[in-house]
């Protein structure tokens, strides 16, 4: 059974704070690595992807992967209250099945 | 299209009724995607459907749910005799192969309650 783990939080952190999200997989041969955000009441939309251990970055946003520890995290740079979502890890393994699993998501609070 | 569209956006149904949601997937995508998601919960994996290739249903909860592609891009999600733990999103997604480097998109989801 593959898992993906997320803490559900919420995470609270103030406006212009840097938030780390964080995510587990049991999966070894997983080669595929998402984070999507997801505002109430709407669907995933993609923000960053990651096949590669170390970090990557694009804007605001960084993701980390590191495949032997078997983690994958998120960090926001410059919080903004329009960060409040719930973000959440997906993970693909390579050949075979190529469905994504997804952790349930941890919910981000930013505070003004 | 621009993006995956889903439809009906939402569902009231009495129990025990059939209900079919539909999913249009983004233009050339090969592979698509059900997932249902309950209130305040992750997303669960339905089932997939990768060009011609038989679908991959592992993910089905019952012999109530099915789906079918036709012609390799609209597809179509039935569940039949509904009951009331049916009440979720559904969402659909696609992408354009199933490699790993292909990303998903998702549609707006068909928020479907059973009465």
């Known amino acids: 059974q593959k898992e993906v783990e997320q803490n559900s939080g919420p995470l609270s952190v103030p406006e212009g704070a840097i938030a780390s999200l964080n995510c587990t997989y049991s999966?070894?041969?997983?080669?595929?690595f998402f984070w999507y955000r997801q505002y109430s009441g709407k669907s995933p939309e993609l923000i960053m992807s990651i096949y590669s251990n170390g970090d990557k970055e694009d804007g605001r946003f960084t993701a980390q992967l590191n495949k032997a520890s078997q983690y994958v995290s998120l960090l926001i740079r410059d919080s903004q209250p329009s960060d409040s979502a719930t973000y959440l890890c997906?993970?693909?393994?390579?050949?075979?099945?190529?469905?994504?699993?997804f952790g349930r998501g941890t919910s981000l609070i930013v505070h003004p | 299209g621009a993006g995956v569209s889903q439809s009906p956006s939402n569902k009231v149904t009495e129990k025990g009724k059939d209900v079919e949601l539909r999913c249009d997937p983004i233009s050339g995508h090969t592979a698509l995607y059900w997932y249902r998601q309950s209130l305040g919960q992750g997303l669960e994996f339905l089932i997939y459907f990768q060009g011609n290739s038989a679908p991959d249903k592992s993910g089905l909860p019952s012999d109530r749910f099915s789906a079918e592609r036709t012609g390799g891009s609209v597809s179509t999600l039935t569940i039949q005799r509904t009951q009331q733990e049916d009440s979720a999103v559904y969402l659909c997604a696609s992408s354009l192969a199933s490699g790993n480097g292909n990303t998903i998109y998702f549609g707006e989801g068909s928020w479907l309650t059973v009465v």
């Open positions: 997906a993970v693909r393994a390579s050949g075979g099945s190529y469905i994504p699993t």
């Open positions: 999966d070894r041969v997983s080669q595929s």
